[in-house]
């Protein structure tokens, strides 16, 4: 059974062009032509991966983090049985009704009860220094691999002409270069995939789960049908503004506004520019319009492209969430990821309500002691105006 559906799995014309047979791509004088058993590399090499970036966290991203100034936050709260079994057995978000039945077993006012649930909710939550080591990781990544694509491209024929993409189509020999490029990429986002669970888990959780395996079934599928010169000009268009982006993200978990609106803003010309004006325009014209010159519509031609045009519908996705940062960078003055919990905002309210806790009881002792909270003596019997 497993025997027959591989046969099926693996016909010509799921895969190739009509006339074209699988003898056609085997090695020869030299040559070295893609295989599916290729792949099977990245699986170790994105363990690998992950046991280089725990390495990297500990030994060069929270150093790093420590010179930003950037601690792990430690949320203290003063034990309660009571409530701490409400939390892991019914809710982190307790009703009005719910506040006001743990106030009176607890015997605590419900505004205490409130801050205690903000308090135990930002014990859950992933810290800045977590987020900051995810994202110099990736940064690191991306700069690296866009380096590497760069300078493995920059001598490459069809770099430049996208009629050189198609030519001698499929029997197109691999390249080390083109190998290590695909392998690495690959190998990236099964690592990122696996770390998911771990990961700091956004709004577009769904999004990233969608967008990492659509990336590594095309790679995949482009790998095995031959279409490496395309494949590598679409990594080297998506990585190039992922660094900018990783950037911004780690300014901004530093503290450092206005360099992380100015990445932000750089990242959102490069993201625009690669991905609505190069990819639909230069990537999809090469891969959807130029092949017809040369051979008639096939499977993996459509199938290929059909892929193309989803990671495509990703990028509006994603463009409308930059917009909405966008807006926040001009008119708000700030930018904050809109996929984040909101972890930041509760530690803010939380700070404010014991400054405003701290102030309130100043002006009851200021009072008690016949001051008001400008310290300024209040003579007795006479009223403000």
Same mark, same amino acid.
């Given at each position: ?261 100015? $990445?932000? #803003?750089?990242?959102?010309?490069? &993201? +625009?520019?690669?991905? !609505? ?5 230069? @990537? /999809?014209?090469?891969?959807?319009? $130029?092949? #017809?010159?040369?051979?008639?519509? &096939? +499977?993996?031609?459509? !199938? ?5 045009? @989803? /990671? ?74």
């Amino acid at each position: 059974m497993f025997q027959k559906f591989k046969d099926w799995f693996w016909l010509e014309k799921f895969w190739l062009p009509p006339t074209i047979k699988w003898s056609d791509l085997e090695d020869h004088d030299g040559l070295v032509f893609v295989k599916a058993s290729h792949l099977y590399m990245t699986i170790p090499y994105a363990l690998l991966l992950m046991i280089v970036r725990y390495f990297f966290e500990k030994f060069v991203a929270t150093p790093l983090a420590n010179a930003f100034g950037i601690q792990k936050a430690v949320h203290k709260i003063k034990p309660n049985a009571i409530l701490e079994n409400f939390f892991k057995h019914s809710t982190s978000q307790p009703s009005h009704n719910d506040v006001y039945g743990l106030a009176k077993k607890c015997n605590l006012t419900e505004r205490q009860v409130e801050r205690w649930f903000r308090s135990r909710r930002n014990q859950e939550r992933p810290c800045r220094m977590k987020k900051f080591r995810e994202s110099c990781w990736r940064f690191t990544f991306y700069l690296m691999i866009t380096v590497a694509g760069v300078a493995f491209l920059y001598d490459k024929p069809w770099a430049y002409d996208l009629w050189e993409v198609w030519r001698d189509y499929p029997k197109q020999p691999l390249l080390p270069s083109q190998y290590w490029y695909y392998i690495l990429e690959m190998s990236f986002y099964w690592s990122l995939l696996f770390s998911l669970g771990s990961d700091i888990k956004r709004k577009d959780f769904l999004a990233h789960v969608i967008h990492h395996l659509a990336a590594i079934s095309l790679m995949s599928f482009s790998w095995c049908a031959n279409y490496i010169r395309s494949g590598t000009l679409v990594m080297l268009v998506h990585d190039v503004s992922d660094i900018w982006l990783e950037s911004a993200k780690m300014f901004s978990y530093a503290g450092w506004k206005q360099t992380c609106n100015a $990445l932000f #803003l750089i990242f959102s010309v490069v &993201f +625009f520019i690669s991905r !609505f004006i190069i990819f639909p325009f230069w @990537i /999809l014209y090469c891969t959807l319009i $130029l092949p #017809l010159h040369y051979l008639e519509p &096939f +499977f993996s031609y459509i !199938f290929l492209n059909l892929q193309l045009m @989803i /990671l495509q519908g990703l990028h509006l996705y994603w463009g409308y969430l930059i917009m909405k940062m966008l807006n926040r960078c001009i008119f708000m003055k700030s930018i904050q990821d809109v996929r984040s919990d909101n972890e930041e905002e509760e530690e803010e309210e939380e700070e404010e309500e014991e400054n405003e806790e701290d102030t309130n009881s100043k002006g009851t002792e200021y009072l008690k002691n016949g001051l008001g909270t400008n310290s300024h003596l209040i003579p007795n019997g006479q009223h403000t105006r």
